[in-house]
């Protein structure tokens, strides 16, 4: 087992078709948009933790996309464990229903670790183990993905990232400064 948390971002270039991309972001263009908020499992609320300039998310149901991008985020979640090769970690029990993220100038993510409370309603049982954040174009400046304070992860269209869903994986991403960046999440459990 390698000792250094680098090792477990693994970068999956090319990994969602550029056409798909195109259309996702063609048909994501009438969603309902909200503010992303951050939950405090300490007191139940949800916040923003940039005010203002927090992105906006939205749920792609109905999109003729949305199946060829969920089996992308099951194959990137196979790849990674497959990657990893551990005995003792064999894989994951589901995963969330695929998430869009819409950074328009300005816009920022706090940064934060993927500890998501909301993917559990009781039904679902577990904890967020992998995440997958796939990058929908590039024609837009800014908006770098940077881990652990200081570490940019380059990133274009199409491109995959998954990495743990933890407290060692901290992750933002800076303000886009013109255009805007579109990306899709997933968390496996």
Known sequence: ?????????????????QEACKQTIREMQSADWQQHTFYNAQDGSYNTRSGSKELDIAYGRGLSTQPYVMQRIWDGFRTYCDHLN???????????EVRFNMYKETRVMAEHCD?????????????????????????????EFVMWGDEVIPVGEGTAIVFPSCFLYPHRVDPVTSGTRYSCVSWAW
Do not use: A, C
């Open 86 to 96: 551990f005995s003792w970690f064999n894989g994951w029990q589901g995963f969330s």
């Open 115 to 143: 500890h998501i409370h909301s993917m559990f309603d009781g039904e679902r049982k577990g904890i967020p183990t992998l995440t997958f954040l796939g990058m929908l174009n590039d024609d837009y400046t800014g908006g």
């Open 1 to 17: 087992m390698d000792r250094d948390l680098s090792s477990y971002v693994l970068v999956l270039e090319n990994w969602i078709d």
